[in-house]
């Protein structure tokens, strides 16, 4: 495993990202973990080591983040990007247009033909129990 100075990497790793907060866990000794966090310019003073094994979390001004990831034995940083969201995700939902049927009493979802309320058993078509709402 190669042994990197820890504020070389963080720096090599961050780039021209702008760092909101970091934080830093390592090993000192098999039974032993410290740890750092703050702003960048809190931290690096304090990663001036070399280590073998050291995990944490960057987060950035833009919302991504990075952090350790390990397998094997190797660790590496990786930056991460939150996905966007589905399209629509944040629209109102469409309030369904509920009448209630002439000829069996039931409220009745128009758009999907589903009895909104029968019993309270289960999901039922309402063209499946009524002869009205067989004819349309």
Same mark, same amino acid.
């Given at each position: ?30 039974? &032993?973990? *410290?740890?750092? +966090? =703050?702003?960048?310019?809190? /931290? ?52 369904? &247009?509920? *009448?209630?049927? +002439? =000829?069996?009493?039931?409220? /009745? ?28």
């Amino acid at each position: 495993m190669k042994i990197m100075k820890a504020s070389d990497e963080l720096l090599k790793h961050i780039g021209e990202r702008t760092v909101k907060y970091v934080q830093i866990f390592y090993d000192i000794d098999w039974d &032993h973990t *410290e740890h750092i +966090e =703050g702003t960048l310019e809190q /931290v690096l003073p304090q990663l001036n080591f070399y280590y073998q094994y050291i995990f944490g979390t960057i987060w950035y001004n833009d919302g991504s983040w990075s952090e350790r990831a390990e397998y094997d034995g190797s660790e590496w940083w990786v930056h991460r990007q939150c996905p966007p969201l589905p399209e629509g995700a944040l629209e109102k939902p469409k309030t369904p &247009h509920i *009448e209630k049927c +002439e =000829g069996c009493g039931n409220d /009745v979802n128009v758009d999907s033909g589903l009895v909104v309320s029968q019993g309270g058993y289960g999901v039922t078509v309402h063209s499946s129990i009524c002869d009205y709402g067989r004819q349309g």
